[in-house]
């Protein structure tokens, strides 16, 4: 089973921070990346930062240098902190776990439900 629960958005003025959140619960299956997205209107998803291979971080073009992606184990959560926030960031965030049942089976991606980021004055 995955199910993955975000949470933290609203709206925020220019210029302020964020700190998204995902509670990530995966029983029976192996975890090959997990990460955040985001989608804005009339625009494809788009990766802002993922964990792949373990710990290794990959960052997309997304917020480039101003988001940090980061977790705690302990807590089954997975979090995306964004600075200097802008208006072209205003998006549905969505966390994303790629996973697989056994080493060799094919990955299979699961999406949350997203949470709405808007920046604006």
């Known amino acids: 089973q995955v199910q993955l629960v975000e949470s933290g958005g609203g709206l925020v003025e220019p210029g302020g921070s964020l700190r998204l959140s995902c509670v990530v619960s995966?029983?029976?299956?192996?975890?090959?990346?997990m990460g955040w997205y985001r989608q804005a209107p009339g625009k494809q998803r788009e990766l802002v930062a993922k964990?792949?291979?373990?710990?290794?971080?990959s960052y997309g073009e997304a917020a480039k240098g101003r988001s940090t992606i980061s977790r705690d184990d302990a807590e089954n959560t997975m979090y995306l902190q964004i600075n200097a926030l802008i208006p072209e960031d205003t998006a549905v965030y969505y966390c994303?776990?790629?996973?697989?049942?056994?080493?060799?089976?094919?990955?299979?991606?699961?999406w949350g439900q997203g949470t709405q980021v808007t920046v604006s004055s």
């Open positions: 994303n776990v790629v996973v697989r049942r056994r080493l060799f089976d094919n990955p299979i991606g699961y």
């Open positions: 995966v029983t029976s299956f192996m975890i090959d990346s």
């Open positions: 964990f792949t291979s373990g710990s290794s971080i």
